[in-house]
T-cell receptor, first 112, second 115 residues
Framework: GESVGLHLPTLSVQEGDNSIINCAYS??????FIWYKQESGKGPQFIID?????DKRQGQRVTVLLNKTVKHLSLQIAATQPGDSAVYFC???????????FGAGTRLFVKA | EAGVAQSPRYKIIEKRQSVAFWCNPI?????LYWYQQILGQGPKLLIQ????????DSQLPKDRFSAERLKGVDSTLKIQPAKLEDSAVYLC?????????????FGQGTRLTVV
């Protein structure tokens, strides 16, 4: 079936370095994408979103890139901090059907 | 603004027993979601409500799972009878509306263990 997947299940980075988390999606009809951060024992928390008519969107220390040609999404975190340690999920939505599909997640470890 | 409230936080039951989870969404949020998150996986949508109507329940195992949102505010999710594979965290989320720019706010979840 259609699904959202991630290339790297775990990522370990040094504090202060930049992090890049990748995601591949398979539903070409998806037109809205969200990155969520989930800390242990908590529900997912919205980080940043992007519509399919955009290639790039920036937030505070985070940037999302969307490549519709290869159906690839990435989350870039600048100057990674220990507080960024969490599991990151990409999610795709077909706003016509209003169904959001989550990927399996990438665990980010930040080494001090 | 108060967040999405869920109860209980933890529940342990034996297989074949029944269990119910409760969710109170953020005030004014029309859309409510129930997700199942198995350890090591992303959340899987079980059911989505728009006000008190069901928008999507295609992945809800209807032979044992049921959910309602009678007054378009609070919601309950019930499992009867529970199976071992139902062990997971059940997340409730709400958003102002469905579609674009509809950031979903999640509760802390209910961790269910079926033994």
């Amino acid at each position: 079936g259609e699904s959202v997947g991630l290339h790297l299940p775990t990522l370990s980075v040094q504090e202060g370095d930049n992090s890049i988390i990748n995601c591949a999606y398979s539903n070409s009809a998806s037109d809205y994408f969200i990155w969520y951060k989930q800390e242990s024992g908590k529900g997912p928390q919205f980080i940043i979103d992007i519509r399919s008519n955009m290639d790039k969107r920036q937030g505070q220390r985070v940037t999302v890139l969307l490549n519709k040609t290869v159906k690839h999404l990435s989350l870039q975190i600048a100057a990674t901090q220990p507080g960024d340690s969490a599991v990151y999920f990409c999610a795709e939505t077909n706003t016509g059907g209003f169904k959001t599909i989550f990927g399996a997640g990438t665990r980010l470890f930040v080494k001090a | 603004e108060a967040g999405v409230a869920q109860s209980p936080r933890y529940k342990i039951i034996e297989k074949r027993q029944s269990v119910a989870f409760w969710c109170n969404p953020i005030s004014g949020h029309a859309t409510l979601y129930w997700y199942q998150q198995i350890l090591g996986q992303g959340p899987k949508l079980l059911i989505q409500f728009q006000n008190n109507g069901v928008v999507d329940d295609s992945q809800l195992p209807k032979d044992r799972f049921s959910a309602e949102r009678l007054k378009g505010v609070d919601s309950t999710l019930k499992i009867q009878p529970a199976k071992l594979e139902d062990s997971a965290v059940y997340l409730c989320a709400s958003s102002r509306r469905q579609g674009l720019n509809t950031e979903a706010f999640f509760g802390q979840g209910t961790r269910l263990t079926v033994v």
